[in-house]
């Protein structure tokens, strides 16, 4: 590198606004991009637009960074069941519930407690779901997911689960952004933050959604609070056009896009030469990924290139839009270099009552998310895809052990046990973690903490989340806020 | 590329511009206390005193050896910075990363030259410091500070954007749309010296002035059209936000504007506008889901409007202290639970803006009657009379306000900010560091109120709200604040680039009468904000970050001042002021991710053409105009918009219907308007997005695109070439 390169690559990195705040991590990198891309530019004024990307440079904020040590994983897909669902129902049951049914809850386990809806004598519910022990693993899954059975020893079980919040809306926010406070950065733009994105024809960080309603708390789950908004989560819209905005405008075709982008990037690079500001240079790049985009959503899209016997594993209805279609959509975005997919599926708030209770609609909802969950995990491994996959399984909390006494039964909002389950990524297969007591009330052994789950996600992913850091208001922010600690045991 | 890597780190990382020789007089504000408080103070500071060394006060450090002033080597501060043994070096690397030896070698030079300590800068009231006189004195006192110091490194002023650049910049900012063709004619042929100067003030005077500025302020007051958690049902408070406008518009004085927000209800006879002015504090979130404890969430509220207040006003941080006292701040917890003191005996009443008393009295009836439902859970009740509610806010404009309990609740220290864990009681106070004069936490009669709180906040003697406040001012004209950490001036924050200018604004603000017309007339008259911003390699070299303003910054818009120009290009524009919010078209499937399905009626006629500050806010659910293009979230305040660049802004601007719209109608404006030549309809159309001539390779290659969509349809050349003129960096950008 020359002397006059050297002055360049510095001059070019210093000016670039709020330096500090964009580009924490793998600031060599991106400045050299930066530097080659300017190069280029001036070589290509006259070419025509860019089809082919895969050799160049990357220059936008989420091109891949280096992760603080070597990454286990590479992509998460997160299937979140928003609502709560219910583990004494599904993944730990408890005689001695049904044995204690229709009685007070003994006082000992709810001292000092606070709840949603119910009251402090409430009366226990016991569980009339039927519970098999499958697999090496022995792992006693209800009646209600026949297709988990399947994967009992792919999948890393933990019973030990625990949050602060009790409310949807702050405790959604909680497992995504580690405060119950709406306004912080989201996991998945934490990661895209930290890692940036393999691909560079889609969004790293996206966002799907199922069931009746979108989740409670909207944007905010996926927002990338106080970073830089290009790491926000982008929900897809169902139908064919995933990202809103995507198509050209009516009576625009795609030819007539490109020499559109082509015409905004000469003009671009014209007030670039006389005024400098790099940031043009990440206006043009940011049109040009755009605009592969445009080109590359179609392909995503299209289903057709799926085996018959695919979609029967999941259970896609071609057309249909459903969770079984969200998690093949995750597998093939994971495929293409997305860095992190989130599912969410409502609804699991089953209190009681006419429309959302544990006799109809618990059966209900398991049955929508049952096969295509199994499936994922099956259809990441055949493809050699789960090693480096993190399935993430679970709600904002779980049910309490009493039940609520509506038209039909149900269960409140519990914060102090209930399970999930995480597949691929080097979490330990066949492993069950945790226990809780034998009312299914409090962990007595293997406990999880919100937290603990997402610096153990953050660690898998090849960062340190106490490193992983964001100065804001004078202080150093992160996921974990100044909690979490690694769970070493559920690793391989 | 490691070592690239390293050498920039370390080249950034030292911040300062010129580098220290050891003779140079060692600051303690600027050049030590960020280190310390850094590296240091989280152990050994105000909060904790890990081997009850306490570093932030000098006779502690003293006496427990950690310094000997005078003589660097002997002291144990220094040993252990440079301690051999990996185990015994500070900071220990679980504490963070280890100091430089550019960082070593300042502690040295400070203890060596007696290592002074100096109050923090900002917690000291501000005195007008003395104007730097220049051989060729600027006319604009900004001017002397800024050329003094450019001086110093080497640097001067670049020269004055040119008219066109000018008049766009000043106009945007001041009033956020474009100059008219006129208007920029206008400026363009008055040969008057102070043509700019009457520019200006036909801006100042402009009611979208006030309009500009509203947003800015709305920002901090994380102002909605709904109530955010999870239900985010509809509310009306937009009477607040045009009592925020109306207020720049009649250059409102800041100290009464305090007044007005925080206390507007306490005022002897007050007002009805006055009382609408306290909607500032009604915009927090407010949760209506079922199964909430009402006590948790309106501490939660309260908790909000502490650390805004903290926040907008002092600059300050409060939220840490909730929990714990600052580690870094001399802010302990009994302060923060002292101010939350002032905000913890409110109500929250709805005002009907031209109703009737009964009406009043009917919704704070229904109000009683929500709160008890939502007390024994019954959620259909709660609903039934929330709906009853709005039918009856539909009849008549409503707005959020505050009013003082008869009797004043009760504070106490929440023990780990649990409200259920009750610790010492306490009563209204100001911060001790910051007010150190005032009484003790004994009950009395003369118990503070929000009356006093505002009225200390724009004293003399308030060491903050004046700097803080013109510091987000200029933040506004040059992209970044005097103090680059808008919204921490703690020990934590960065320091003044300008100190002195920092003080002389604070006083200039001050002793002006508050008056931000003033002080936004001083700005923009300045030779610095008017000089270009085009890049320049010596201030690259010097001044990377353009810290020292060798140029003007070159600024992305914010979310809504975009919609505002492509408004004003296309002249759909509807330049009314005020008034509920209104509905521009916007995908349906924004809500096909929120809870409830919100009503989006979209606007018709006139309505849809209205200013982006007007578009209604669902807290949960924003515009995509402004979650694409770094809107403020509305959750907590926000003192400073990012300006990201990204994907997907570039799809919205190309793709939106809404600005496909806007450049369809731009494109018959340039056919109507514009001479008859393509080449003059072109020079029309920059003119109208730019205010300046195209360059020759400009007007070539977007003749060569005309022409090429000529060929494919002539009917929409226009519009394509409109499309792309809005699409392109400049259009979005204030030069």
């Given at each position: 590198m020359t002397p006059h390169e050297w002055d360049d690559l510095i001059t070019l990195h210093h000016t670039r606004r709020h330096f500090f705040r964009d580009c924490a991590v793998g600031v060599g990198t991106m400045a050299l991009s930066t530097l080659l891309a300017r190069d280029s530019a001036a070589q290509q004024r006259t070419e025509p637009l860019a089809r082919d990307t895969a050799a160049q440079q990357?220059?936008?904020?989420?091109?891949?960074?280096?992760?603080?040590?070597?990454?286990?994983?590479?992509?998460?897909?997160?299937?979140?069941?928003?609502?709560g669902p219910t583990h004494l129902d599904l993944f730990d049951p408890k005689p001695k519930l049904n044995e204690l049914h229709g009685q007070k809850v003994p006082e000992s386990f709810t001292r000092g407690k606070r709840f949603a809806f119910i009251k402090g004598d409430a009366k226990l519910l016991g569980s009339p779901r039927k519970f098999e022990k499958v697999g090496q693993c022995g792992m006693d899954i209800s009646d209600l997911l026949p297709f988990h059975k399947q994967i009992a020893d792919e999948v890393c079980w933990l019973r030990g689960m625990r949050t602060d919040v009790f409310n949807h809306g702050p405790a959604k926010c909680f497992v995504n952004t580690g405060s119950p406070q709406f306004g912080r950065p989201s996991m998945g733009a934490w990661l895209?933050?930290?890692?940036?994105?393999?691909?560079?024809?889609?969004?790293?960080?996206?966002?799907?959604?199922?069931?009746?309603?979108?989740?409670?708390?909207?944007?905010?789950?996926?927002?990338?609070?106080?970073?830089?908004?290009?790491?926000?989560?982008?929900?897809?819209?169902?139908?064919?056009?995933?990202?809103?905005?995507?198509?050209?405008?009516?009576?625009?075709?795609?030819?007539?896009?490109?020499?559109?982008?082509?015409?905004?990037?000469?003009?671009?690079?014209?007030?670039?030469?006389?005024?400098?500001?790099?940031?043009?240079?990440?206006?043009?790049?940011?049109?040009?990924?755009?605009?592969?985009?445009?080109?590359?959503?179609?392909?995503?899209?299209d289903f057709s290139q799926e085996t018959r016997e695919t979609l029967e594993l999941y259970g896609v209805e071609p057309g249909k839009p459903s969770f079984a279609a969200n998690c093949l959509l995750a597998r093939r975005l994971v495929q293409r270099g997305v860095r992190f997919v989130q599912l969410y599926h409502t609804n699991w708030d089953h209190h009681g009552g006419p429309t959302e209770n544990l006799e109809q609609h618990l059966p209900q909802v398991c049955k929508e998310v049952d096969q295509p969950s199994a499936a994922l995990v099956k259809d990441l491994k055949r493809l050699g895809l789960l090693a480096s996959t993190i399935v993430i399984w679970g709600g904002e909390f779980g049910r309490t052990p009493m039940g609520e006494v509506r038209e039909s039964t149900g269960r409140d909002h519990h914060i102090?046990?209930?399970?999930?389950?995480?597949?691929?990524?080097?979490?330990?297969?066949?492993?069950?973690?945790?226990?809780?007591?034998?009312?299914?009330?409090?962990?007595v052994e293997g406990e999880v903490h919100v937290h603990d789950l997402q610096a153990t996600i953050l660690h898998q992913m090849g960062l340190d989340h106490t490193k992983l850091t964001f100065r804001f208001q004078g202080r150093d922010y992160r996921l974990t806020d100044v909690h979490g600690r690694v769970v070493h045991d559920i690793l391989t | 590329m490691p070592d690239v890597r390293f050498l920039l780190v370390g080249l950034l990382m030292t911040g300062c511009l010129a580098p220290l020789s050891a003779q140079e007089k060692i600051d303690f504000g600027r050049d030590i206390r960020p280190i310390l408080s850094n590296a240091c103070f989280k152990c050994h500071g105000p909060a904790t005193q890990k081997a009850q060394l306490r570093l932030d006060d000098r006779q502690r450090a003293i006496q427990r050896g950690a310094i000997v002033p005078g003589r660097a080597a002997d002291s144990e501060l220094i040993q252990r910075l440079l301690c051999a043994d990996e185990d015994g070096r500070m900071p220990p690397p679980e504490a963070g990363a280890r100091l430089s030896a550019a960082d070593i070698a300042k502690l040295q030079a400070w203890i060596d030259q007696g290592a002074?300590?100096?109050?923090?800068?900002?917690?000291?009231?501000?005195?007008?410091?003395?104007?730097?006189?220049?051989?060729?004195?600027?006319?604009?006192?900004?001017?002397?500070?800024?050329?003094?110091?450019?001086?110093?490194?080497?640097?001067?002023?670049?020269?004055?954007?040119?008219?066109?650049?000018?008049?766009?910049?000043?106009?945007?900012?001041?009033?956020?749309?474009?100059?008219?063709?006129?208007?920029?004619?206008?400026?363009?042929?008055?040969?008057?010296?102070?043509?700019?100067?009457?520019?200006?003030?036909?801006?100042?005077?402009?009611?979208?002035?006030?309009?500009?500025?509203?947003?800015?302020?709305?920002?901090?007051?994380?102002?909605?059209?709904?109530?955010?958690?999870?239900?985010?049902?509809?509310?009306?408070?937009?009477?607040?936000?045009?009592?925020?406008?109306?207020?720049?518009?009649?250059?409102?004085?800041?100290?009464?504007?305090?007044?007005?927000q925080l206390a507007g209800d306490l005022l002897p006879q007050a007002t009805l506008s006055q009382k609408i002015a306290t909607g500032f504090h009604r915009n927090t979130p407010f949760n209506e889901e079922g199964g909430t404890d009402p006590e948790q969430f309106r501490v939660e509220r309260t908790v909000d409007r502490t650390n805004t207040t903290a926040a907008v006003w002092l600059g300050l941080t409060g939220a840490c202290a909730q929990c714990h006292d600052h580690k870094y701040d001399p802010f302990s917890q009994k302060d923060y639970y002292r101010l939350y003191a002032f905000f913890n005996s409110c109500?929250?009443?709805?005002?009907?803006?031209?109703?009737?008393?009964?009406?009043?009295?009917k919704i704070e009836e229904l109000q009683a009657k929500i709160a008890a439902a939502r007390l024994v859970g019954n959620d259909e009740e709660t609903k039934k009379l929330q709906a009853e509610i709005r039918k009856i806010q539909g009849k008549i404009p409503s707005t959020l306000v505050l009013r003082e309990r008869a009797t004043p609740r009760r504070t106490f220290v929440q023990l780990r900010g649990d409200f259920l864990r009750q610790g010492e009681e306490v009563q209204p106070g100001f911060p001790t560091a910051l007010a150190p004069a005032q009484g003790t936490d004994t009950p009395a009669a003369g118990r503070l109120t929000r009356l006093?709180?505002?009225?200390?906040?724009?004293?003399?003697?308030?060491?903050?709200?004046?700097?803080?406040?013109?510091?987000?001012?200029?933040?506004?004209?040059?992209?970044?604040?005097?103090?680059?950490?808008?919204?921490?001036?703690?020990?934590?924050?960065?320091?003044?680039?300008?100190?002195?200018?920092?003080?002389?604004?604070?006083?200039?603000?001050?002793?002006?009468?508050?008056?931000?017309?003033?002080?936004?007339?001083?700005i923009v008259c300045s030779e610095t904000y008017k000089q270009s911003s085009v890049w320049r390699r010596d201030v690259a070299q010097k001044d990377p970050r353009n810290t020292l303003l060798a140029r003007q910054n070159r600024l992305r818009l914010e979310a809504e001042i975009i919609r505002d120009v492509a408004l004003s290009a296309s002249g759909l524009l509807n330049p009314k002021v005020g008034g509920p919010g209104v509905y521009p078209p916007q995908p349906r499937e924004v809500f096909a991710f929120t809870q409830s399905q919100h009503p989006w009626p979209e606007s018709t006629g006139p309505?849809?053409?209205?200013?982006?500050?007007?578009?209604?806010?669902?807290?949960?659910?924003?515009?995509?105009?402004?979650?694409?293009?770094?809107?403020?979230?509305?959750?907590?305040?926000?003192?400073?918009?990012?300006?990201?660049?990204?994907?997907?802004?570039?799809?919205?601007?190309?793709n939106d219907p809404v600005f496909v719209e806007f450049a369809n109608a731009f494109g018959t404006r340039i056919t109507s308007e514009g001479p008859a030549d393509d080449a003059g309809k072109i020079a029309f159309a920059f003119r109208v997005c730019f205010c300046r001539q195209p360059t020759a390779a400009e007007a070539q290659r977007l003749h060569a695109y005309l022409e090429a969509r000529r060929k494919a349809n002539p009917a929409t050349a226009w519009a394509a070439v409109a499309r792309v003129l809005m699409n392109l960096d400049e259009f979005i950008t204030r030069e």
């Amino acid at each position: 590198m020359t002397p006059h390169e050297w002055d360049d690559l510095i001059t070019l990195h210093h000016t670039r606004r709020h330096f500090f705040r964009d580009c924490a991590v793998g600031v060599g990198t991106m400045a050299l991009s930066t530097l080659l891309a300017r190069d280029s530019a001036a070589q290509q004024r006259t070419e025509p637009l860019a089809r082919d990307t895969a050799a160049q440079q990357r220059t936008d904020p989420l091109a891949p960074k280096k992760p603080h040590f070597p990454a286990k994983a590479k992509a998460v897909i997160f299937l979140f069941m928003a609502g709560g669902p219910t583990h004494l129902d599904l993944f730990d049951p408890k005689p001695k519930l049904n044995e204690l049914h229709g009685q007070k809850v003994p006082e000992s386990f709810t001292r000092g407690k606070r709840f949603a809806f119910i009251k402090g004598d409430a009366k226990l519910l016991g569980s009339p779901r039927k519970f098999e022990k499958v697999g090496q693993c022995g792992m006693d899954i209800s009646d209600l997911l026949p297709f988990h059975k399947q994967i009992a020893d792919e999948v890393c079980w933990l019973r030990g689960m625990r949050t602060d919040v009790f409310n949807h809306g702050p405790a959604k926010c909680f497992v995504n952004t580690g405060s119950p406070q709406f306004g912080r950065p989201s996991m998945g733009a934490w990661l895209t933050y930290g890692l940036g994105s393999e691909s560079d024809s889609l969004p790293g960080f996206v966002v799907l959604q199922s069931g009746p309603r979108g989740p409670r708390g909207g944007a905010a789950l996926y927002s990338a609070g106080f970073l830089p908004s290009v790491y926000q989560g982008v929900p897809f819209l169902k139908g064919p056009q995933p990202i809103l905005d995507l198509a050209p405008p009516k009576g625009v075709s795609l030819e007539d896009q490109g020499e559109f982008v082509e015409a905004v990037r000469d003009l671009n690079k014209l007030r670039h030469d006389v005024t400098g500001d790099p940031e043009i240079q990440t206006r043009i790049a940011a049109y040009e990924m755009a605009y592969r985009m445009q080109t590359s959503a179609p392909e995503l899209m299209d289903f057709s290139q799926e085996t018959r016997e695919t979609l029967e594993l999941y259970g896609v209805e071609p057309g249909k839009p459903s969770f079984a279609a969200n998690c093949l959509l995750a597998r093939r975005l994971v495929q293409r270099g997305v860095r992190f997919v989130q599912l969410y599926h409502t609804n699991w708030d089953h209190h009681g009552g006419p429309t959302e209770n544990l006799e109809q609609h618990l059966p209900q909802v398991c049955k929508e998310v049952d096969q295509p969950s199994a499936a994922l995990v099956k259809d990441l491994k055949r493809l050699g895809l789960l090693a480096s996959t993190i399935v993430i399984w679970g709600g904002e909390f779980g049910r309490t052990p009493m039940g609520e006494v509506r038209e039909s039964t149900g269960r409140d909002h519990h914060i102090d046990a209930y399970t999930m389950w995480l597949a691929g990524g080097g979490f330990k297969p066949g492993y069950i973690h945790g226990r809780t007591d034998e009312i299914g009330y409090n962990v007595v052994e293997g406990e999880v903490h919100v937290h603990d789950l997402q610096a153990t996600i953050l660690h898998q992913m090849g960062l340190d989340h106490t490193k992983l850091t964001f100065r804001f208001q004078g202080r150093d922010y992160r996921l974990t806020d100044v909690h979490g600690r690694v769970v070493h045991d559920i690793l391989t | 590329m490691p070592d690239v890597r390293f050498l920039l780190v370390g080249l950034l990382m030292t911040g300062c511009l010129a580098p220290l020789s050891a003779q140079e007089k060692i600051d303690f504000g600027r050049d030590i206390r960020p280190i310390l408080s850094n590296a240091c103070f989280k152990c050994h500071g105000p909060a904790t005193q890990k081997a009850q060394l306490r570093l932030d006060d000098r006779q502690r450090a003293i006496q427990r050896g950690a310094i000997v002033p005078g003589r660097a080597a002997d002291s144990e501060l220094i040993q252990r910075l440079l301690c051999a043994d990996e185990d015994g070096r500070m900071p220990p690397p679980e504490a963070g990363a280890r100091l430089s030896a550019a960082d070593i070698a300042k502690l040295q030079a400070w203890i060596d030259q007696g290592a002074a300590y100096t109050p923090h800068w900002a917690f000291v009231p501000p005195q007008r410091p003395a104007v730097p006189s220049l051989p060729q004195a600027p006319q604009n006192p900004i001017d002397a500070f800024i050329v003094a110091q450019l001086q110093r490194h080497g640097l001067s002023l670049s020269p004055p954007a040119d008219k066109p650049t000018l008049i766009r910049r000043v106009t945007l900012d001041l009033i956020g749309l474009l100059p008219s063709p006129q208007e920029v004619d206008d400026f363009l042929n008055d040969p008057a010296p102070n043509a700019y100067e009457k520019v200006v003030d036909r801006l100042l005077a402009s009611p979208h002035y006030g309009e500009r500025q509203a947003r800015h302020w709305l920002d901090l007051a994380r102002y909605a059209d709904s109530n955010g958690y999870t239900i985010d049902g509809p509310r009306s408070i937009w009477p607040y936000r045009d009592w925020v406008i109306q207020a720049f518009n009649d250059d409102m004085p800041f100290d009464q504007f305090t007044l007005e927000q925080l206390a507007g209800d306490l005022l002897p006879q007050a007002t009805l506008s006055q009382k609408i002015a306290t909607g500032f504090h009604r915009n927090t979130p407010f949760n209506e889901e079922g199964g909430t404890d009402p006590e948790q969430f309106r501490v939660e509220r309260t908790v909000d409007r502490t650390n805004t207040t903290a926040a907008v006003w002092l600059g300050l941080t409060g939220a840490c202290a909730q929990c714990h006292d600052h580690k870094y701040d001399p802010f302990s917890q009994k302060d923060y639970y002292r101010l939350y003191a002032f905000f913890n005996s409110c109500d929250e009443p709805t005002l009907p803006i031209g109703g009737t008393p009964d009406l009043e009295k009917k919704i704070e009836e229904l109000q009683a009657k929500i709160a008890a439902a939502r007390l024994v859970g019954n959620d259909e009740e709660t609903k039934k009379l929330q709906a009853e509610i709005r039918k009856i806010q539909g009849k008549i404009p409503s707005t959020l306000v505050l009013r003082e309990r008869a009797t004043p609740r009760r504070t106490f220290v929440q023990l780990r900010g649990d409200f259920l864990r009750q610790g010492e009681e306490v009563q209204p106070g100001f911060p001790t560091a910051l007010a150190p004069a005032q009484g003790t936490d004994t009950p009395a009669a003369g118990r503070l109120t929000r009356l006093d709180l505002a009225r200390w906040l724009t004293s003399a003697s308030n060491p903050l709200t004046a700097r803080v406040t013109v510091n987000r001012e200029w933040q506004k004209f040059f992209g970044r604040g005097i103090v680059e950490t808008e919204n921490d001036f703690g020990y934590q924050g960065s320091y003044p680039t300008h100190p002195e200018l920092l003080d002389w604004l604070a006083v200039e603000f001050r002793e002006s009468g508050w008056s931000f017309k003033k002080l936004h007339k001083l700005i923009v008259c300045s030779e610095t904000y008017k000089q270009s911003s085009v890049w320049r390699r010596d201030v690259a070299q010097k001044d990377p970050r353009n810290t020292l303003l060798a140029r003007q910054n070159r600024l992305r818009l914010e979310a809504e001042i975009i919609r505002d120009v492509a408004l004003s290009a296309s002249g759909l524009l509807n330049p009314k002021v005020g008034g509920p919010g209104v509905y521009p078209p916007q995908p349906r499937e924004v809500f096909a991710f929120t809870q409830s399905q919100h009503p989006w009626p979209e606007s018709t006629g006139p309505d849809r053409y209205r200013r982006g500050m007007y578009t209604f806010i669902w807290r949960q659910s924003q515009h995509p105009l402004l979650t694409t293009f770094d809107g403020a979230d509305a959750q907590v305040s926000c003192t400073r918009r990012n300006r990201s660049n990204t994907p997907l802004q570039a799809l919205h601007l190309a793709n939106d219907p809404v600005f496909v719209e806007f450049a369809n109608a731009f494109g018959t404006r340039i056919t109507s308007e514009g001479p008859a030549d393509d080449a003059g309809k072109i020079a029309f159309a920059f003119r109208v997005c730019f205010c300046r001539q195209p360059t020759a390779a400009e007007a070539q290659r977007l003749h060569a695109y005309l022409e090429a969509r000529r060929k494919a349809n002539p009917a929409t050349a226009w519009a394509a070439v409109a499309r792309v003129l809005m699409n392109l960096d400049e259009f979005i950008t204030r030069e």
